[in-house]
């Protein structure tokens, strides 16, 4: 059976800055934002969808970071810098993803349906990058910076 990375030694992975997990819990805004996001996507699961609402409101006024609370997001997420970013509220993200400052997990449609992007496992996605629409980031592709993309990208891609 494969043993799961713990979050924190994710993080220190992938963060050369990451020097201790004190450090980690108290100043890294992806922590801080996703310890509420936790909270509030709770709170919107059983039906108290204005203090789902609230919570995270509070949340991207102290990190920056813009989470529905009716995204679903999976194991490790690491949201380095964390400025600027924004997750819709249909996005589905999968275990140990990496998004960088800026980036746009966004929905092209009015209509109340899934409209935004489903980013699988193991995928890093540059700086100010915009994902938008319903469409699929294949497991373990790396997205570069300053894209636009709305189309599906396979498994395993590197799109630059």
């Known amino acids: 059976m494969e043993k799961k990375e713990k979050y ?7 963060d050369p800055a990451a020097r201790n997990n ?18 509030a ?3 919107w699961k059983i039906h108290f969808k204005f203090l789902a609402e609230l919570i995270m ?16 997001i999976g194991r490790n997420l690491f949201i380095d810098h964390g400025a600027g970013v924004v997750i819709g509220e249909t996005a589905i ?18 209509k109340k349906e899934d409209r935004h992007p489903i980013i699988e496992d193991d995928v890093l996605i ?11 980031i294949g497991k373990g592709s790396k997205i ?8 599906d990208i396979p498994a395993g891609s590197v799109i630059k």
């Open 126 to 136: 540059s700086t100010n990058t915009s994902i938008l629409g319903r469409v699929t």
């Open 57 to 72: 409101s509070f949340a991207k006024m102290r990190t920056g970071i813009e989470i529905h609370p009716a995204a679903t």
């Open 22 to 39: 004190l450090q980690i819990f108290f100043l890294y805004p992806s922590v801080i934002a996703l310890r509420r996001y936790r909270v």
């Open 93 to 110: 993200i999968g275990d140990n993803v990496t998004l960088y400052h800026g980036v746009t997990l966004g929905g092209v449609s009015l």
């Open 144 to 151: 570069g910076p300053n894209l636009v993309i709305r189309e």
């Open 41 to 43: 996507h709770f709170f």
């Open 8 to 14: 924190y030694e994710s993080i220190k992975r992938r």
